[in-house]
C-alpha cells in the first residue's frame, strides 16, 4: 500500500513541476521548477515501481533508473541554466540585476 502513496505523491511533484513551468516568468524559474520537482517526482514513482514489483528484474531497472536521474537531470539542468546565462537570455524583469561581470576567454593567440 505504501508504494501507491508513493506514485500519488510523485504524480502530483511532477504536475506540480509542469504547472510551474507554464507560471513561472522566465527561463531560469522554469528550468529549476522542472529540475527539482520532476527528479523528486520521478524518484517517487520509480520507488513506488521497486517496491510493488520486489527485486524482479523490473524492480532491478527502476533502480538503476534512479540513480541515472540523481546523476543526469541536475547536471542537465545545470548546463541549460548555465548555456543560457552565457548567450544573455532575458531575465524575469524583478529579479536583481547581476554586477558579475562576464568572464572574457583569452585567445589561444593572446599574451599579456
Known amino acids: 500500500m505504501i508504494w ?3 506514485l500519488l505523491a510523485g504524480c502530483v511533484l511532477i504536475l506540480l513541476g509542469n504547472i510551474g ?5 522566465d527561463f ?3 528550468v529549476h521548477a522542472l529540475s527539482k520537482a520532476m ?3 520521478c ?6 515501481a521497486w517496491l510493488h514489483f520486489g527485486t524482479s528484474a523490473i524492480g532491478a531497472k527502476a533502480g538503476v533508473t534512479m540513480i541515472f536521474l540523481f546523476v543526469t537531470l541536475p547536471l542537465s539542468s545545470h548546463l541549460l541554466s548555465h548555456v543560457a546565462y552565457r548567450k544573455n537570455i532575458r531575465r524575469w ?5 547581476d554586477r558579475q561581470k562576464p568572464r572574457r576567454t583569452r585567445a589561444v593567440n593572446d599574451t599579456q
Do not use: T
Open 4 to 6: 501507491a502513496l508513493l
Open 21 to 25: 513551468l507554464f507560471r513561472l516568468p
Open 28 to 30: 531560469f524559474c522554469r
Open 39 to 41: 527528479l523528486l517526482g
Open 43 to 48: 524518484v517517487l514513482v520509480l520507488a513506488s
Open 93 to 97: 524583469r524583478h529579479q536583481p540585476v
